[in-house]
């Protein structure tokens, strides 16, 4: 059976300036042969050096939020790449002000590239990108005036498939199989039609993942990140400073814990660790009190999503 796997690398975990162990925000989501990004903090680059993630992927690059430990990265990334011999296209995705940005980032810094950026720049809620079989959904956040989270949603999968009934329907074994299990109808030489669901289950559900960069709770965000595989939400400071947080525009973990088990997720990632807690075991009990499956992530973890 063919397994499909999700690797989530989170390169930079830090709040606002980078620690000794923390660089600023990255995440790395690998699937098949791509790459999607979440935020690109400074010394981007030099974490996927370490990660060994890669810098020849097909990827899109999706910016939360134009704050610097989210997007000062990104030319610092661009032209590695392009010193790399990179040539194949990236897609950034991000709020008003993201085209000026690199712009005037490429005017300034004097520095050409070699491949294509395309730039998409979101100005409202709902699907960014769509692609054969994900499809990726922006909400505004509450942190800045334009600031987004994002959902990395795949499509439903055809069923399990059943030989057994391709054969009784007079499917033969071969390349007509492998198109009814892609979810595809079929005519035999008779002129038979055969339909997928005449030989699969029923549909099987994608992986769902949701990242918040910064934001203070945002209202009815457990519907967005209703049952999704993996929560990776920013927990800045933690439940006694909840002024400073609301203030700043952040969540504490309290507040992100109960978001997850409203939203019933099946696990809970803390991130955007401020400096202040060079040990995060405060933030993860404040958590666990409220929703068990959580941990606090840090520079290099790695988590696999597996599909079969």
């Known amino acids: 059976m063919k397994v499909l796997s999700i690797n989530v690398v989170f390169l930079g975990t830090a709040g606002s300036v980078p620690t000794p162990n923390r660089s600023l925000t990255s995440i790395i989501l690998k699937r098949q042969n791509e790459q999607i990004m979440f935020d690109c903090g400074e010394g981007t680059q030099r974490q996927i050096l370490i990660a060994q993630t890669g810098f020849h992927k097909k990827m899109k690059i999706l910016i939360s939020h134009l704050h610097g430990d989210h997007v000062l990265g990104l030319p610092g990334l661009l032209q590695t790449m392009n010193l790399m011999g990179r040539k194949k296209k990236i897609e950034v995705f991000g709020p008003t ?19 294509l950026v395309k730039i998409i720049e979101i100005k409202n809620s709902g699907i960014v990108c769509e ?3 994900y ?7 509450n942190h800045t005036d334009m600031s ?8 439903p999968r055809p069923g399990k ?11 033969p074994e071969g390349i007509l199989w492998s198109k009814l ?17 005449d030989v699969t289950g029923p549909l099987r559900k994608g992986r769902k993942i949701v990242y918040s960069g910064d934001t203070r709770p945002i209202e009815n ?3 967005f990140s209703h049952g999704a595989d993996l929560l990776i939400h920013e927990s800045t400071f933690d439940d006694s400073l909840i002024d400073k947080a609301l203030f700043d525009g952040h969540s504490t973990p309290s507040q992100v814990a109960n978001l997850a088990k409203k939203a019933d997720v099946k696990k809970l990632v803390l991130t955007h660790i401020s400096a202040r807690y060079p040990d995060t075991e405060i933030l993860l009990e404040q958590a666990k009190r409220i929703f068990q499956n959580t941990i606090v992530a840090k520079d290099f973890l790695e988590l696999e999503l597996v599909l079969t």
């Open 97 to 115: 002000g993201i085209k000026q940005f690199l712009d005037c980032s490429k005017e300034i810094l004097q520095f050409g590239l070699n491949f």
């Open 181 to 197: 299990q892609n979810g595809r109808n079929i005519k035999l030489s008779n002129g038979k039609i055969v339909k997928s669901a």
């Open 161 to 171: 498939f059943y030989p057994e009934k391709a054969l009784n329907l007079g499917v």
């Open 221 to 223: 965000f457990y519907l």
């Open 148 to 155: 987004f989270a994002y959902g990395f949603i795949e499509k």
């Open 131 to 133: 692609e054969k079989d």
């Open 135 to 141: 499809f990726i959904k922006a909400i505004k956040s």
